[in-house]
């Protein structure tokens, strides 16, 4: 259902994406990661954080020109850690804006592909909707169970 949603917009351009996995201060470290993810039921939207510098999102490619984002974060829902999970989040608005709380930039000179822009992404009480989080293998009720 999800793939529906978004990869016809993909194919025709209309969204452009980005890979926001590796923090500042964990690499790859995927246990390490702190951004998080928590569950507000009343709006039925996972508020997303990087709640310190190094939960900034580091090195993800397409930063100067992405719409959109698959962010790695830490769920809490219902006062309960459960762990790194994957959400679909817009970055950016129809005139390619950051939207309210998303921080994006580049990461300026860089050896060896000069080209390629490479950034970092930080995240202040972001709203992504409960059905934008990545439900192949979990899926997170309304009430937050």
């Not at 300026?108 to 990545?134: L, N, S, T, W, Y």
Request: proline residues 6%.
């Amino acid at each position: 259902e999800q793939l529906g949603w978004w990869l016809a917009k993909a194919y025709t351009m209309q969204i452009t994406g980005a890979y926001c996995q590796t923090e500042l201060g964990h690499g790859s470290n995927v246990r390490g990661l702190e951004t998080t993810a928590r569950y507000d039921p009343e709006s039925q939207c996972f508020l997303l954080n990087t709640p310190t510098l190094t939960a900034t999102k580091w090195w993800p490619s397409s930063m100067a020109s992405a719409t959109h984002a698959v962010v790695y974060a830490q769920l809490i829902t219902n006062g309960r850690r459960c762990g790194l999970h994957v959400f679909f989040v817009q970055l950016r608005d129809e005139n390619l804006a950051p939207l309210p709380g998303v921080e994006v930039g580049d990461l300026g000179a860089k050896a060896g592909e000069p080209e390629v822009d490479i950034g970092f992404a930080r995240f202040k009480d972001v709203r992504v909707p409960r059905r934008h989080m990545f439900e192949k293998r979990q899926h997170v009720e309304p009430d937050g169970t």
